[in-house]
T-cell receptor
Framework: DAGVTQSPTHLIKTRGQQVTLRCSPI?????VSWYQQVLGQGPQFIFQ???????GRGNFPDRFSARQFPNYSSELNVNALLLGDSALYLC?????????????FGEGSRLTVL | GNSVTQMEGPVTLSEEAFLTINCTYT??????LFWYVQYPGEGLQLLLK?????DKGSNKGFEATYRKETTSFHLEKGSVQVSDSAVYFC??????????FGKGTMLLVSP
């Protein structure tokens, strides 16, 4: 079975541009979360979606937005990119049933902002 | 707010050495605790977990015990292998299926 897949794996943008990152969860998983991992730091929670509804949001500015589609895939959008947005963006999926904390992560999308 | 503090790395060991990676947390109540591992070139994966005080999580020879008195969840392994080289993250459940992670500790094991 395929795990969590993310695209693109690497991308380079310049300040002020916008980026869209994509995530496909494990088949049967209805919840998707996004995390930002800056080099040398642990992942930081950005968003969680379940059944297309936003269930949680971390301490990130409004430049960050996300959505979940009927097939449970998800997109993360970041507008007006800053140098500090350079990071590995991780997507994680869970079944959404129960509060287990057992997340299944993709390999991430590495964003570099120049 | 919730936070997790891990020992700084890298931790450098020879094969078959004993491993301890310290982790302490600050949280309201008694959240579930986790260790996740990130092998080179791979995504984060759950290593072990504990859901209540005095629980011991274990997997692949790794163990960690939930100590509420010391708010700690230290990771241990009796004999490390080169294949254990990775970055280890301690985390706590801080919302509905939402995790707060520590900064991570890199482990380097040499033959």
């Amino acid at each position: 079975d395929a795990g969590v897949t993310q695209s693109p794996t690497h991308l380079i943008k310049t300040r002020g541009q916008q980026v869209t990152l994509r995530c496909s969860p494990i088949s049967g998983h209805k919840s998707v979360s996004w995390y930002q991992q800056v080099l040398g730091q642990g992942p930081q929670f950005i968003f969680q979606y379940y059944e297309k509804e936003e269930r949680g949001r971390g301490n990130f500015p409004d430049r960050f937005s996300a959505r979940q589609f009927p097939n449970y895939s998800s997109e993360l959008n970041v507008n007006a990119l800053l140098l500090g947005d350079s990071a590995l963006y991780l997507c994680a999926s869970t079944s959404g049933v129960g509060n287990t904390g057992e997340l299944f992560f993709g390999e991430g999308s590495r964003l570099t902002v120049l | 707010g919730n936070s997790v503090t891990q020992m700084e790395g890298p931790v450098t060991l020879s094969e078959e050495a004993f491993l301890t990676i310290n982790c302490t947390y600050t949280a309201t109540g008694y959240p579930s605790l986790f260790w996740y591992v990130q092998y080179p070139g791979e995504g984060l994966q759950l290593l072990l977990k504990a859901t209540k005080a005095d629980d011991k999580g274990s997997n692949k020879g790794f163990e960690a015990t939930y100590r509420k008195e010391t708010t700690s969840f230290h990771l241990e392994k009796g004999s490390v292998q080169v294949s254990d080289s990775a970055v280890y993250f301690c985390a706590l459940l801080s919302g509905y299926s939402t995790l707060t992670f520590g900064k991570g500790t890199m482990l380097l094991v040499s033959p």
